[in-house]
């Protein structure tokens, strides 16, 4: 990843239906931990300025698998190589949207809790968080991203051209 690309702090979000979005990422290497510092800034920062909560890499158009959590009122993560390794046979129903899917939202069924085990490449070991709620349903986004997967493909085509242009209208409606 060019470290130029990284100066402004603000990065491009790619949109639907741009093919980058259904690259699966490349994990990690140790060649690239050097970068890993100024990229996950500038995605946290992207993150910030754009008003999501969570960002994988492969939407701003760097295929490796990173992705940042931004909850309010909880820590940030910053997982490298994430990897889900346990899923709860209970769901949860929550009106999911994305940030690379602009107006389109729904109510999307998924597990309620995860085992996610990432690589910290700081300390070069691995790590295990234990998700549920808001924060496992926003790593598995996210992971689905690095996957080349959208939270909208289970959806028609006309399914979400309705969606999104029903978003606009409760914009514009100042909703």
């Given at each position: 990843?060019?470290?130029?690309?990284?100066?402004?702090?603000?990065?491009?979000i790619?949109?639907?239906?741009?093919?980058?979005?259904?690259?699966?990422?490349?994990?990690?290497?140790?060649?690239?931990?050097?970068?890993?510092?100024?990229?996950?800034?500038?995605?946290?920062?992207t993150l910030?300025?754009?008003?999501?909560?969570?960002?994988?890499?492969?939407?701003?158009?760097?295929?490796?698998?990173?992705?940042?959590?931004?909850?309010?009122?909880?820590?940030?993560?910053?997982?490298?190589?994430?990897?889900?390794?346990?899923?709860?046979?209970?769901?949860?129903?929550?009106?999911?949207?994305?940030?690379?899917?602009?107006?389109?939202s729904?109510?999307?069924?998924?597990?309620?809790?995860?085992?996610?085990?990432?690589?910290?490449?700081?300390?070069?070991?691995?790590?295990?968080?234990?998700?549920d709620?808001?924060?496992?349903?926003?790593?598995?986004?996210?992971?689905?991203?690095?996957?080349?997967?959208?939270?909208?493909?289970?959806?028609?085509?006309?399914?979400?051209?309705?969606?999104?242009?029903?978003?606009?209208?409760?914009?514009?409606?100042?909703h």
């Amino acid at each position: 990843m060019p470290v130029d690309r990284m100066t402004s702090n603000v990065l491009n979000i790619l949109k639907y239906p741009d093919k980058r979005l259904r690259e699966v990422a490349k994990p990690i290497e140790e060649d690239d931990y050097f970068g890993l510092s100024l990229i996950f800034a500038a995605m946290k920062n992207t993150l910030r300025i754009k008003g999501g909560v969570g960002l994988a890499a492969t939407q701003v158009g760097i295929p490796l698998r990173l992705i940042v959590v931004a909850i309010e009122n909880q820590p940030v993560h910053c997982l490298a190589n994430p990897v889900i390794t346990e899923y709860s046979e209970d769901t949860c129903t929550f009106t999911e949207g994305c940030l690379s899917v602009p107006y389109a939202s729904y109510d999307k069924v998924r597990p309620r809790r995860v085992k996610v085990e990432h690589y910290d490449w700081i300390l070069r070991e691995t790590h295990t968080i234990m998700a549920d709620g808001l924060l496992a349903r926003v790593i598995q986004h996210e992971i689905d991203h690095l996957d080349g997967k959208l939270f909208i493909d289970e959806l028609s085509p006309l399914k979400i051209n309705m969606l999104q242009r029903a978003g606009k209208k409760r914009e514009k409606r100042g909703h």
